[in-house]
């Protein structure tokens, strides 16, 4: 990501003051590495509250003395030396463009400090925080130790000498104060903020490790006085990690400026790290840990690999997905009136239920089709489609006819059961989706009674939404929790269509996980009485019991099952 976020410091050091000036709430998020930073900087979710598109990222990247110390295996005591913390602070600009606060700890003494001013702001930082105890300081948030808070007129010197040797004006030098942490109260914090303001600090940050905000509001609302009293429009800055259910809107109607998430990747990461080794201990093989893990592909991409790659294979891309069209079972309501033709082969206006599918996705530049027949395959017959025999038909379900096409599957694939119609902008909107596996769920049966006696493959999505209260509707949230015929319609929140779109890591995933079930199970298997009967269903709900997730695009109306002969007529009408 050096070449896509190639920006040099002095375009990258303005930018947390040009943030402020307008007005906004600065988000921030932690960062203790070149991989973690890229994250922070691309972080995104995009959805709809009502009418409105809502889009938010993080606005800056904190690198944080606790998670930079932890992240070497040391405590956050100043241990690690300034160089070490400078070579970690600069790969993290090299992949990022967002700007950039750092966690100056107490910032040596006056001297140090001078140094320390002079390559972060060189470097293209665009603030520093340094707190107002004793070097060496100890981590805040430990209950039981020590703090011994520095002199504040000591440290306001600190303060005029560091900002005596800035070069520009648009580095910020924030004062952290840590009276509440120490127990002395808000009196305190109150006379440092004070003394810190008139030494010509760019900002105050207020440090709690208390579980409720009531303290940091307190502050928040006396520093509106104070700030008042000199006439001045300095930031406010908190860290919500320990007071973590207040929201952002509340603090930032309480005045606070600057918001920084500060260790909650590395935490995130620890956690994931032990749970994944114990599960390779456990099971002494690695196949059970790779829910748990990013797939490889995701850190190649992350990085720039695959820009790498695509560079390199620029007139050797595939741009046309393989479509599998299952389409082996005799359908019995129908045989009156096909006589003894694959279903596929049913006349809709003028034209076969598998001629309407193939101009649905050629409409979507989707060309590489392949049909698996069974019954009646002789009769199966479309121009711009590859036939393949799936001769065991009868003794299994839709899932084999996929996997017997299991060559196409290699750089990913869509699947679309034989019976359907739908409009092409379902399909567009789902070769859109970038997730490995996304299957099309229409949401109708929250409003409307599924018919009797017609069997539907219901789903309950992970993520409910309440109805009492307006939500940001969040496109990465469309995650499954269940699927299959034998939920109960009255706990289901949708209906998957027989469309689906996998990734190349979402086939892969697929096909070992199918491989997986047939080599070390039999008999009952989730909703299959045996396990050669299993169901494409069935093996999506046991990919989500084992981690993987499984998300859906969702869509209301604009698709049609051809079920029973009142469909045909149904279906000439939407066509």
């Known amino acids: 990501m050096t070449l896509v976020n ?15 000036r307008e007005g906004k709430t600065v988000r921030v998020l932690e960062a203790h590495n070149g991989l973690s930073g890229i994250v922070a900087n691309d972080a995104k979710i995009e959805g709809a509250l009502e009418d409105d598109q809502i889009s938010r990222e993080f606005d800056a990247i904190w690198e944080s003395s606790l998670t930079d110390s932890a992240s070497k295996g040391h405590p956050d005591i100043e241990v690690i030396s300034f160089d070490s913390r400078l070579h970690t602070i600069q790969e993290i600009l090299a992949v990022t463009h967002k700007p950039m606060i750092v966690d100056g700890d107490t910032g040596g003494d006056a001297n140090n400090f001078e140094y320390m001013v ?65 127990g002395k109260g808000l009196d305190d ?7 810190y303001l008139m030494a010509g600090v760019d900002g105050i940050m207020i440090h709690s490790k208390s579980k409720s905000p009531d303290e940091i509001l307190q502050f928040a609302k006396s520093y509106r006085l104070l700030l008042k009293e000199l006439n001045l429009d300095k930031p406010l800055v908190c860290v919500p990690t320990t007071y973590n259910t207040i929201t952002e809107e509340e603090l930032s109607a309480a005045g606070f400026r600057v918001i920084i998430y500060a260790n909650h990747l590395l935490r995130a990461a620890y956690k994931s790290m032990i749970e994944v080794s114990k599960t390779l201990l456990l099971n002494r093989r690695s196949f059970e840990a790779d829910p748990s893990c990013a797939p490889v592909r995701e850190i190649f991409q992350a990085v720039g690999f695959l820009d790498i790659k695509e560079k390199d294979q620029q007139n050797e891309q595939l741009t046309n997905i393989p479509v599998i069209i299952p389409a082996a079972g005799e359908d019995p309501i129908f045989q009156p009136i096909l006589n003894g033709k694959p279903k596929a082969m049913m006349e809709i206006a003028g034209k076969t239920l598998l001629q309407h599918q193939i101009s649905t996705l050629n409409q979507t530049n989707l060309n590489d089709i392949t049909v698996v027949a069974g019954y009646a395959h002789d009769q199966m017959k479309a121009e711009g489609v590859d036939i393949l025999k799936n001769s065991d038909y009868k003794n299994g379900s839709m899932l084999h006819s996929i996997l017997a096409a299991r060559e196409k599957m290699n750089n990913g694939f869509l699947m679309l059961y034989s019976d359907i119609l739908l409009e092409n902008h379902i399909v ?87 491989q997986d079930c047939v080599q070390n199970y039999k008999g009952k298997f989730q909703e299959a009485d045996d396990i050669d009967q299993f169901t494409f269903t069935d093996l999506i709900q046991e990919m989500i019991d084992r981690g993987f997730v499984i998300n859906f695009l969702e869509i209301h109306q604009g698709w049609l099952e051809i079920h029973r002969e009142e469909d045909i007529a149904l279906a000439s009408k939407f066509l």
């Open 428 to 514: 567009t909107k789902l070769m859109d989706c970038k997730e490995d596996i996304v299957l099309v769920a229409d949401n109708t049966i929250q409003y409307q009674r599924a018919e009797d006696g017609k069997v539907l493959d219901f789903i309950i999505s992970k993520n409910k939404r309440p109805t009492g209260r307006r939500r940001i509707s969040i496109v990465y949230e469309n995650i499954l929790a269940k699927i299959g015929n034998k939920i109960n319609p009255e706990t289901a929140t949708h209906e998957f269509i027989g469309l689906a779109k996998f990734s190349k890591t979402g086939a892969e995933q697929f096909v070992q996980t199918y």
């Open 189 to 195: 914090a109150l006379a440092r903020a004070k003394t």
């Open 118 to 182: 002079s390559k972060l702001e060189r470097a293209g930082v665009s603030a520093v925080i340094i707190e107002d105890k004793v070097f060496p300081k100890r981590n805040s948030l430990e209950a039981g130790t020590q703090q011994t808070l520095e002199n504040p007129e000591i440290f306001a010197q600190k303060i005029r000498r560091g900002k005596s040797i800035q070069a520009t004006d648009e580095f910020m030098i924030i004062a952290r104060l840590e009276s509440l942490i120490a």
């Open 6 to 20: 190639n920006t040099l410091p002095e375009s990258r050091r303005g930018k947390l003051k040009s943030l402020l």
